[in-house]
């Protein structure tokens, strides 16, 4: 892979770096991309209709099993590549931040730490009710299972369609953004807002961008670099170009 000299200086001297990423960064894991078909027993369902909150009011038992059967494929998936690069970059630059719309674990089981998780995470489950994070529930043969303080149903702690980011969360991507000098926009096909519009405030505030992703998306026309791969072969590739 030919990697520009420019750009190797940039990682190598950027005091600020951001990354954001999105599905394509777990593709190489075999966790499905949010916008590809789903396979099996739920290839039948568009994943943007079990991702609500009616959905979860319409059918909880519906909505309970798709998370658990989700839950159920990262928990068997391993960081790629790409997410032990991210991991190694972090070490390496003054002032880091991994701001993901993954909600699967990947980038804190490759060893990234403090990342903004703007989606929140599978791995997570909370009460429906007052959303208190919740470790364990009775046994019981009901789906969801209910809260073991008031009674509600369990409910994962991932933002569905129509739901605010977590508190906080945003706020500091922004802030983030705004403020980095090399911006990474990494495997996400920067649609869904307000994640989307992150690496185009970087730029307004004078950020070099970079676009990692072996399709166009409606950001590569901004970047000042697209590089056109897959993120665990071009992430890896990068880390070593500069510090070997
Ligand atoms: N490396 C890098 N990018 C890849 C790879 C790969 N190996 N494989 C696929 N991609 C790219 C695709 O080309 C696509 O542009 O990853 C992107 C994945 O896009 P989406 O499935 O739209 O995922 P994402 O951008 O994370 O979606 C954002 O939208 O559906 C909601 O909440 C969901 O968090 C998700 C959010």
Not at 152 to 162: A, C, I, N, Q
Request: aromatic share 8%.
């Amino acid at each position: 892979m030919v990697l520009d000299d420019v750009l190797l200086k940039y990682m190598q001297t950027a005091v600020r770096v951001v990354v954001l990423t999105g599905a394509g960064v777990s593709a190489e894991s075999g966790v499905p991309t949010f916008r590809q078909a789903q396979t099996g027993l739920w290839a039948q369902y568009d994943p943007h209709d079990l991702a609500t909150p009616q959905a979860f009011q319409r059918n909880p038992a519906l909505v309970w099993e798709w998370y658990a059967w989700r839950r159920d494929l990262v928990s068997k998936a391993q960081p790629n590549p790409a997410h032990l690069a991210l991991a190694e970059l972090a070490q390496r630059v003054d002032q880091f931040a991994l701001i993901t719309q993954n909600v699967d674990n990947l980038h804190q089981r490759a060893g990234s730490q403090n990342v903004i998780e703007l989606h929140g995470n599978i791995t997570r489950i909370k009460c429906a009710d007052d959303g208190r994070i919740v470790t364990n529930w009775p046994e019981s043969d009901e789906t969801p299972p209910k809260c073991p303080d008031c009674d509600h149903y369990l409910r994962p702690d991932v933002v569905w369609f129509g739901e605010n980011l977590p508190r906080g969360a945003l706020e500091r991507a922004i802030q983030l953004a705004r403020d980095c000098d090399l911006f990474f926009s990494i495997g996400t096909s920067a649609l869904v807002q307000p994640a989307a519009s992150l690496p185009l405030l970087a730029v307004e505030n004078g950020a070099v961008l970079v676009e990692i992703n072996p399709d166009q998306t409606p950001l590569t026309r901004y970047a000042d670099y697209a590089l056109h791969g897959p993120a665990g072969e071009v992430l890896p590739a990068l880390v070593q170009a500069v510090w070997g």
